[in-house]
């Protein structure tokens, strides 16, 4: 089992190393207890487990309202591809059987934990750690004649660039401009394992015209930091019409924060709880205001500092280490 992907290294590995505890992956070997991830046979571990606890950390909004069609679609690729046993079901019924049968569950957000709270009566809600990636402070020394917006991500939510490409389009006729884009360059259609596609082509079809202002560089902690270092604002556009994405946490707007970015975002109920709360003027609600605040903090150093100012001052009073840490221990205690 691979424990260096972010999912797993800026969750339970963080809080082991930071504990000294040992992870292992091999389940013939006795255990405290069984951490699931939403990778893990959903039907299987729970028997596996024979009186360990187990906890589920489930990261992802699965348990968001879906089309009925959709869920039964996914529940049973899961089964045919094998990554799922037993017979098919709806997906989200394979998560609400887990839940139901887990000692505790961790999600990242206290809207995700709404949905789970029906499931499990032991729920802790715990965001990644972001400490592998530096605090910079905020610069006006950015001074490029080629100004640059920052976008990361994974492929799956590239599709939400859509919603800025009527201020890219705007934009560009008054200023040397380019969107740029730290991600994978390639992704899959189905499952994340079948059917690959190419993402450059993917952007190039969702921005048309204004795809000629954009770029990718291939997603490295490296990267990203470069690529920051040289950003002007960070954009976190998101079709909110897709539960999934409805229900992310605020990770990738403290990940900018914490790189020393101002940054915009769609008005998702985490973005507009962190932005109400750190005071940040980020949420950008419509086309007309993406271009409006995208154009004011290409311009106006003060404004861009103030977002970014405001963003550093939340991470370290609600998303340091020590908070973190507190709350895994707090799941783990929760089961022994």
């Known amino acids: 089992m691979d424990l260096s992907q972010p999912g797993d290294r ?42 360990t606890p187990v906890i589920f950390d489930l990261v992802d909004a699965y348990l968001a309202p879906e089309k009925a069609t959709k869920d039964w679609l996914r529940g049973v690729s899961k089964v045919l591809t094998g990554q799922i046993s037993g017979p098919p079901k709806r997906f989200t019924e394979f998560v609400e059987n887990l839940c139901l049968q887990s000692s505790a569950v961790i999600c990242s957000s206290p809207e995700q934990q709404e949905t789970i709270r029906p499931f499990s009566n032991n729920v802790h809600v715990i965001l990644d750690s972001h400490d592998e990636l530096p605090m910079v402070p905020f610069s006006k020394e950015n001074q490029r004649s080629l100004q640059s917006i920052l976008w990361e991500g994974m492929p799956a939510t590239i599709r939400g660039v859509a919603q800025i490409e009527r201020a890219l389009t705007s934009i560009r006729k008054q200023r040397n401009i380019e969107l740029a884009c730290v991600t994978d360059e390639k992704y899959f259609l189905l499952l994340n394992k079948y059917i690959q596609r190419d993402t450059a082509a993917l952007l190039s079809s969702i921005l048309k ?19 920051a270092s040289v950003s002007n604002v960070a954009v976190i556009p998101i079709n909110l019409s897709k539960p999934i994405q409805y229900l992310k946490p605020e990770n990738r707007l403290l990940i900018m924060w ?4 101002p940054c915009l ?23 007309i205001e993406w271009q409006s605040k995208i154009a004011e903090i290409l311009e106006n150093q003060d404004y861009a500092e103030e977002n970014a100012t ?5 991470l370290r009073e609600f998303h340091n280490t020590d908070i973190l840490l507190e709350r895994w221990d707090r799941a783990f205690e929760s089961v022994l």
């Open 10 to 51: 800026r969750r339970v590995v963080f809080w082991a190393k930071h504990r000294g505890h040992e992870i292992v992956t091999d389940l013939t070997q006795k255990t405290d207890v069984i951490l699931l991830s939403e990778k893990a046979d959903l039907n299987t571990f729970p028997r596996k487990a024979a009186g």
């Open 209 to 227: 015209s204004a795809s000629s202002s954009s770029k990718i560089t291939p997603w490295t902690i490296g990267n990203l930091v470069e690529q």
């Open 258 to 261: 914490r790189l020393g970015l």
């Open 265 to 287: 975002t769609s008005p998702s109920p985490a973005y507009l709880r962190v932005a109400e709360k750190a005071k940040a003027n980020s949420i950008c609600a419509s086309p």
């Open 310 to 314: 405001l963003g550093q001052a939340y």
